[in-house]
């Protein structure tokens, strides 16, 4: 981030567009526009945005096979995708779940109070949520598609996480 | 090579402390997710626990990696889960869980059964 930022000080701040070909502006217009977001982004942090940043934190982190020494699979474009699109369904009554890269290619969404109070989320780029948990005596397990909206088996799940002492 | 019985104590070894939970320090899921399916193991039931760290360093060091903890289990939680466990040497001691490839997530469900039974153990050092 402070890489961009400090490349971006580098160029010059008076009208530049006579002198570079039009890559170059398209290319100085890109920088700015993110520079602009990333100002943004580290003044007004709600927690979602800072859920979006550990998910691409973890989906960089695992881009490449064996990022684990196990032979770990890459995380793939579209299971990070199918991640932020989970996160962003997310409803604010909980907190943010850790994030994890696992080596089967998996990101996973972990809630964990302790051994008996735990939920887990898993998506994996086929469209599709895995679920796990236990809640008390109960053991959840199971999975769904992920659509447009969170789905309302997995938010009351949450609740009950949330809820249970 | 014997076959693995029900009652072995196997152990996988962690080399991510991403897989180690700071809150309790239990082991997480993705320790036991497989690789092309297959979960590397180690078979340590009657091996001293010098000779178990001393296997642990190796495999961290073939790997350029630092060994963390490992994470000790019985082998009956696997053959509960309808999965097998062989032996597969060499490395000596070495044994693999099948997976199954592709198959998300019956691999969740085994992967959160096995850290569920884990015992995280750290070097003392």
């Not at chain 1, 981030?1 to 530049?16: A, E, G, Q």
């Not at chain 1, 290619?105 to 469209?127: I, P």
Request: aromatic share 12%.
């Amino acid at each position: 981030m402070n890489t961009v930022l400090n490349s971006y000080k580098h160029f010059p701040s008076n009208d530049i567009s006579g002198v570079l070909s039009q890559d170059a502006l398209i290319l100085s217009k890109t920088i700015e526009d993110l520079n602009d977001y990333l100002r943004e982004s580290i003044t007004q942090r709600n927690p979602k945005d800072m859920l979006f940043e550990k998910i691409y934190n973890v989906y960089i982190s695992a881009l490449y096979k064996n990022w684990d020494g196990y032979g770990g699979r890459a995380i793939t474009q579209d299971t990070y995708k199918e991640a932020l699109k989970l996160a962003s369904f997310l409803p604010s009554f909980i907190q943010n779940p850790d994030i994890d890269a696992e080596s089967d290619g998996c990101l996973a969404f972990e809630w964990y109070k302790d051994r008996n109070n735990n939920f887990s989320l898993t998506v994996y780029g086929q469209q599709k949520i895995i679920f796990n948990g236990f809640l008390g005596a109960d053991v959840l397990s199971g999975n769904c598609l992920l659509l447009n909206y969170l789905p309302e088996e997995i938010e009351n799940y949450l609740i009950r996480l949330v809820e249970d002492k | 090579m014997e076959s693995v019985a029900h009652g072995e104590i196997l152990t996988r070894y962690i080399l991510d402390s991403n897989n180690i939970r700071t809150s309790d320090s239990s082991v997480k899921k993705g320790a036991f997710k497989p690789n092309e399916g297959e979960i590397s193991v180690y078979r340590i039931s009657g091996l001293t626990d010098e000779t178990i760290w001393k296997i642990g360093h190796e495999i961290a060091s073939n790997r350029n990696k630092t060994l963390k903890a490992r994470a000790d289990f019985k082998a009956s939680i696997v053959f509960g889960n309808n999965t097998f466990v062989f032996p597969k040497e060499p490395p000596k001691h070495h044994a693999i869980i099948i997976a199954c490839i592709e198959n998300y997530i019956y691999n969740d469900k085994l992967a959160i059964d096995l850290d569920r039974d884990a015992k995280l153990q750290f070097e003392k050092k």
